[in-house]
């Protein structure tokens, strides 16, 4: 694969539409502010149920409908109430919380059922053209020294949804840390980026009597007139680059915190699949998820190379809450390369906290995201649970 996306090449109405376009992609339902998946749910084989990442940029899209077009996301707050199961539709019922001169808030509640499977509050800001002229504070986190893009030959990485049918290239970094290290000072790095470039534009659409923006919307019929799939700094598709960020912010991310203990989730001896391979997927897929699961005990067994064999079995890792803030979203080119630096400061009772730091391309911190979630060990026999 080459190190540069290349440009989609179909025909009509989606040929302009990358691939985590419509893996994102939302459509209007029958009611106000309502409005449901646009394609397939993503049921990673190791996963309790749909892709979080999915959900939660569906949602973003969902709030983004709602609100002018001039207002762009500066944070999403969202938890994980229930598995999403892949074969329902999952309805986004959008709160018009706030709305002032500057900011713009939205409760987005995710629905399958009429069951609430998630939530989610999404902030807005107007977007003001930076002047040099203004005093503000500014400052960032430095871009981890060292670190470059991958080059053409690309190893992608199993844990980070690469198959040939997903929507994201991930490629892990190599530990330079030594094992034996205390798990919260230990980091973890892997590069990310959207495969097929984001379209420029969306669709040009009327203007909405209310102030909806029609922004993801418009991406199930973007027009050739309108949607430039060249490279530019200044996206008016911004939205469209935020939610793809939002979906890879999901990768690997509560991974990080058993792997800072060595901790063993697909490479034990014991484990078994099956049990995490549940009635969501069909039989046929089987052979498919077994190579998968292969791939994803191999690298970590490298994760673990030269690490006490006393690390832990994890039984169960779900997430229960995730928090992005983005930075300079009017910016972001998640079709770029992005370096994600990931952490544990804490982990104890059942739950684990990690922090992860997104640079853009031209070391740019483009996002800081905060997950807690839930992790259990295997128990010696003698232990019981209430």
Request: proline share 4%; hydrophobic share 30%; net charge neutral.
């Amino acid at each position: 694969m080459s190190d540069q996306n290349s440009n989609s090449s179909e025909s009509g109405s989606q040929r302009h539409r990358s691939h985590i376009e419509q893996v994102v992609s939302i459509k209007p339902s029958t009611k106000y502010d309502c409005f449901t998946n646009g394609s397939n749910l993503n049921y990673p084989p190791w996963a309790r149920g749909v892709y979080g990442g999915q959900i939660m940029a569906q949602a973003l899209l969902a709030g983004y409908e709602t609100v002018k077009t001039e207002f762009m996301v500066h944070s999403i707050h969202s938890h994980f109430l229930k598995a999403a199961q892949p074969e329902i539709s999952v309805v986004y019922r959008v709160e018009r919380v706030r709305d002032t001169r500057s900011f713009a808030t939205r409760m987005i509640r995710a629905m399958q059922a009429d069951i609430l499977v998630f939530y989610s509050t999404a902030s807005f800001v107007k977007n003001n053209t930076p002047q040099e002229s203004k005093r503000t504070l500014r400052h960032s986190t430095h871009y981890p020294q060292g670190e470059k893009p991958p080059s053409r030959s690309l190893v992608q990485s199993a844990a980070g949804q690469t198959g040939p049918d997903q929507p994201c290239d991930c490629v892990r970094v190599a530990s330079r840390m030594n094992n034996s290290a205390s798990p919260n000072d230990k980091r973890f790095y892997h590069w990310v980026r959207a495969r097929e470039r984001i379209a420029k534009s969306p669709l040009k659409a009327a203007a909405n009597q209310d102030g909806r923006s029609c922004n993801s919307r418009s991406l199930g019929n973007i027009s050739e007139d309108t949607a430039d799939v060249e490279n530019d700094h200044h996206h008016r598709n911004h939205h469209a680059h935020a939610a793809a960020l939002l979906y890879m912010s999901d990768n690997y991310f509560l991974a990080t915190c058993f792997r800072a203990h060595n901790a063993s989730r697909f490479s034990n001896p014991t484990s078994d699949h099956s049990s995490s391979y549940t009635i969501g997927h069909q039989a046929n897929e089987s052979h498919g998820a077994e190579r998968l699961f292969h791939s994803l005990a191999s690298e970590e067994l490298e994760d673990n190379q030269g690490a006490p064999k006393d690390g832990g079995h994890v039984t169960m890792a779900a997430s229960m809450d995730h928090t992005v803030y983005f930075h300079n979203v009017h910016q972001l080119q998640a079709d770029d390369w992005m370096l994600v630096e990931m952490e544990s400061p804490w982990a104890d009772d059942e739950r684990g906290l990690v922090v992860s730091r997104i640079w853009s391309h031209d070391d740019t911190l483009a996002a800081t995201c905060v997950q807690e979630g839930l992790v259990r060990l295997a128990q010696s026999h003698h232990l019981s649970r209430l």
